[in-house]
Nanobody, 115 residues
């Protein structure tokens, strides 16, 4: 399974970005889709995740600012990031974990937040 992540960029603090994650030839209708991030010198951390039934989970640091969601066609998972802070700057990765397809990672997308 190939995951395609996109939407990163440069934004000023307080701004917003929306990241997208799509699986080629697959519907994201099973398992867990998560967005992770890794800043230089830090470990990769889970930012947000969503289950096939719609349940979501967020890291404390992004609660009330980030929203993870799927489109109605179940082809794409989004991470809407509002009120971005310099600490949010990192490479963001999407991950899709299912029993059927295993653990799959997309390529990273860089998010840069200027203060």
């Amino acid at each position: 399974v190939q995951l395609q992540a996109s939407g990163g960029g440069l934004v000023q603090a307080g701004g917003a970005l929306r990241l997208s994650c799509a699986a080629s030839g697959r519907l994201l209708n099973r398992g867990i889709v998560g967005w992770y991030r890794q800043a230089p010198g830090k470990q990769r951390e889970l930012v947000a995740s969503t289950l096939a039934d719609g349940r979501t989970n967020y890291a404390d640091s992004v609660k009330d600012r980030f929203t993870i969601s799927r489109n109605n066609a179940l082809t794409t998972v989004y991470l809407q990031m509002n009120n971005l802070k310099p600490d949010d700057a990192a490479v963001y990765y999407c991950n899709w974990n299912t029993r059927l397809y295993g653990d799959n990672w997309g390529q990273g997308t860089q998010v840069t937040v200027s203060s």
